[in-house]
């Protein structure tokens, strides 16, 4: 009979339903195509391929590429996200446990005196006890309760996973717009020594006609303060320079120091930019899949609350050995066995289950804010991006142009100079203004190319997913290196 009130129960759990509203991912607006088209845009059937490449490869500089490669492996955001991964592992294999009985085994060994009384004598007898036994308790998961828990535990595992995806794609995307950003300075300093050079040698052929009284004091002290800007410029973008290297350095998880080049931001290739539908953003994007499965967890836990208005039931035995003389203690005689049941019903809580149904369903309208706000934030940062990229192409364009015609009007002012026809103030206005626009026009170079790493960040295509297979794993060895000279001891 008892074998038969089991496999009921048994088929009761199997086929018993799961309290609390099951999982639809919510309606959001979705627009139907971008506002901003450039007119560099990919527009055949490569353009998915070509997002789900690893895109910086596509610059051409094998330094970008060897340093990302380096910090998906050893950067310490991608190796603590990756053990968060693991963390939550731990959590769900924890909550699907309950699906199973729980078996322990336990022994004893009991020697002592009880106090007998009888026939107005007391006695001590000395007695000793000794048992062995294999216990279970299983808790039937009737009413879907547990069900509902490891439904959120997995929902927070995959959450966590998305969050390192999403590190990954950050990482990746910073060590390539910073080592952008380092060419565009290397040819900014390359300005600054070219201008700093041609002013020294000016500044020195005036002080000498100054010597003669050939030129006034105020056309030398004009000079001299060019020449003392071009001056402090170098310094200072050697300063960002070094600053930007030891950045790149702790990236890729390597002490501070300087970082090799490969090509220069001139022959940087610009790759070109891939389209992708709103609705494969939803679908790619980390930060959006992240969002989806706390609200999968959130939703899934109203279940779990619901469930506590109703009975919970739990089976338990056990089986083992009791006497007390240690060699009798595995005869049959001494056998010992027991099988229950437990049925606890709630009746009066006093708003206790209630509370926590109302906490778990607002927790879930909350995540739910958050996922329609991350695809919106994804529509948003994809917007941005296309419009960075049209945009600062033609803030380049413009810029290349203007840096044409100011080295013109610097050629052909010297030229007048040398003739007589004007002074030279009209000289250092020329070379002041091209000095200037060089510059400019070398930040302008780096925010092109780092525009496309935006674009590629936002899309977030599959190309996250093979960089995050290359990035570092719990299981991966942690690489211990030798305390270097200078370094600090603890």
């Given at each position: ?258 970082i090799p080049r490969g090509s220069r931001i001139d022959s940087l290739a610009l790759p070109g930019i891939p389209e992708g539908m709103p609705s494969e953003i939803l ?178 295509g599959g190309w996250v997913d093979q960089a995050a297979d290359r990035a570092f794993m719990p299981s991966d060895p942690v690489e211990t290196r030798p305390q270097e ?6």
């Amino acid at each position: 009979m008892m074998k038969h009130l089991i496999l009921v129960i048994l088929a009761l759990a199997i086929g018993g339903c799961a309290v609390g509203p099951d999982y639809q991912r919510p309606e959001t607006d979705v627009p139907s195509a971008w506002q901003t088209r450039d007119t560099s845009v990919v527009l055949d059937s490569t353009s998915i391929a070509a997002a789900d490449t690893g895109w910086w490869q596509m610059f051409g500089d094998t330094v970008m590429t060897g340093l990302i490669r380096t910090a998906l492996r050893e950067n310490n955001d991608v190796r603590i996200a990756a053990s968060r991964v693991e963390e939550f592992m731990g959590y769900y294999g924890v909550t699907k446990s309950d699906f199973y009985p729980k078996i322990n085994a336990g022994g004893s060994a009991d020697r002592g005196q009880l106090l007998l009384s009888g026939n107005g004598e007391n006695v001590r007898p000395t007695e000793n006890r000794f048992s062995v036994n294999v216990s279970a308790a299983w808790e039937i998961d009737l009413w879907g309760k547990i069900r509902r828990a490891t439904e959120a535990a997995k929902a927070e595992l995959l959450a966590s996973e998305e969050a390192r995806r999403g590190v990954v794609l950050s990482v990746t995307a910073l060590v390539a717009s910073s080592y952008i950003d380092l060419l565009g300075l290397d040819k900014q300093l390359e300005v600054a020594r070219h201008t700093l050079a041609s002013r020294e040698s000016s500044l020195d052929l005036f002080r000498q006609r100054s010597a003669k009284g050939d030129v006034s004091d105020l056309e030398l002290s004009q000079i001299e303060s060019q020449y003392w800007l071009a001056k402090s410029r170098v310094p200072l973008l050697e300063l960002q320079i070094a600053q930007l290297e030891n950045a790149i350095s702790v990236l890729v998880g390597r002490n501070p120091g300087p970082i090799p080049r490969g090509s220069r931001i001139d022959s940087l290739a610009l790759p070109g930019i891939p389209e992708g539908m709103p609705s494969e953003i939803l679908e790619r994007r980390p930060d959006v899949r992240q969002a989806e499965e706390r609200l999968r967890a959130a939703n899934a836990r109203i279940g779990v609350a619901k469930a506590l208005y109703f009975p919970s039931i739990s089976l338990t035995g056990l089986f083992g050995a009791a006497s007390g003389n240690l060699s009798s203690l595995f005869n049959p005689e001494a056998q010992v066995w027991n099988v229950g049941g437990q049925v606890l019903q709630p009746i009066f809580r006093w708003g206790e289950i209630s509370g926590q149904v109302d906490a778990a369903e607002a927790v879930q309208k909350q995540t739910l804010y958050g996922y329609v706000q991350s695809v919106q934030n994804a529509f948003r940062d994809a917007e941005d991006a296309l419009v960075e990229r049209t945009r600062t192409q033609e803030i380049h364009d413009a810029q290349g142009k203007q840096v044409e015609a100011l080295r013109v009007y610097e050629r052909l002012a010297r030229m007048r100079y040398r003739e007589g026809v004007t002074s030279y103030l009209e000289v250092l206005d020329a070379e002041r203004s091209l000095f200037d626009t060089e510059l400019q026009f070398a930040q302008t170079q780096a925010n092109l190319h780092k525009s496309v790493v935006s674009v590629y960040r936002a899309l977030a295509g599959g190309w996250v997913d093979q960089a995050a297979d290359r990035a570092f794993m719990p299981s991966d060895p942690v690489e211990t290196r030798p305390q270097e000279k200078g370094a600090v001891q603890k």
